[in-house]
């Protein structure tokens, strides 16, 4: 299981797959909402909101960097928390969530603002549908597609490809 590393500050870290599920989270996140590391990829990230319907808000804020949630732990309290999240698009195409997560109204070493992402740019990498190869799509949406590199939509539409070609 690997571990989400933190600077000396401390801050509650957890990693969430595109799905929901838990990946990995820190020993200050484990504390905050009641669980044992090694319980972590058992449980999704529904478990940690107030409200189920929460999910939606948390991956459609897709364009933002940080927004404030009701979180609960594992005794069923909840609180409002400042969430930042940064999305990740692993080698094999998956996207993962990292995020870091600070109480509100708990004491900051540091204000929130210096722990954003520094560039919000997320470069999402398909997989061409002949050769295997990685292709640079737009959204995340179109990993899903069936794409075709520049090379294999030379060769099998070599008349669409040449005529697009002739109008860049």
Known sequence: M????????????????????????????????????SEIPWHYVTDLYRHVQDWESFKNAANQNSFVIRMKNRKGRSFNCDVIRETIQKPNGEIVFRNIVRRKGEAAACSMETLQPKTSAVVFLGRCAHCGEHIRVATAAETHLRMLCDKCAAQAYPEAYHVREGQM
């Open 2 to 37: 690997n571990t989400i590393e933190t600077n000396v500050m401390e801050m509650a870290c957890f990693e969430v797959s595109e799905h929901g599920r838990l990946i990995s989270a820190n020993k200050r996140f484990c504390r905050l909402f009641g669980f044992e590391e």
